[in-house]
Structure formats: C-alpha cells, structure tokens
C-alpha cells in the first residue's frame, strides 16, 4: 500500500496483529506484557538475558520481513527517547 492512502494504516495494523498472534502463540516463552503502539513495541519478559536473546531472535524468524530490536534496562532504567 502507498504511504499517503487511508488504508495504510488499517492493512498494516491488520498485518501487525497477525503476525503478534503468530509470534507470540508459537514462542517458547510468552513475555508477560506485550505492548504495541504503530510501530514500538514495550514487552516485559521476566527471563535472563539468554532467552530475552532467544526469544527476539524467534520473532525475528517468524517473517524476515522485518526486523525488531531490543533496548535492555540497566541499572532500574529504560531506554526512551527524549526531545
């Protein structure tokens, strides 16, 4: 779809559901808290390190499309952008 159509927006939020569903209901460890907004994501996943890896690594497999990255806290503070 082109950017500037009124439809954009309604595929692409139809697509991003159906690609959560299909990421999320075959992951070995499901996050305790998905959040999506556009095109950010905020996920809790109360694991190690190892599988916070593994699972970005399985969504990354599930369509190679496109690719999601991670921002990790460290010390008690999350990554946001700021202006």
């Not at 990421?23 to 959040?35: G, I, V, Y």
């Not at 496109?66 to 946001?80: L, Q, S, W």
Request: glycine share 0%; hydrophobic share 45%; proline share 5%.
């Amino acid at each position: 779809m082109a950017m500037w159509s009124s439809m954009s927006p309604v595929i692409s939020n139809v697509f991003m559901e159906y690609f959560e569903i299909l990421a999320l209901d075959t992951a070995e460890r499901k996050p305790s808290l998905w959040l999506r907004y556009v095109e950010d994501t905020f996920v809790i996943l109360p694991h190690d390190l190892d599988r916070l890896q593994k699972f970005c690594n399985h969504i990354n497999s599930v369509l190679t499309a496109f690719k999601f990255t991670m921002e990790i806290e460290t010390e008690t503070v999350i990554p946001f952008w700021t202006c």
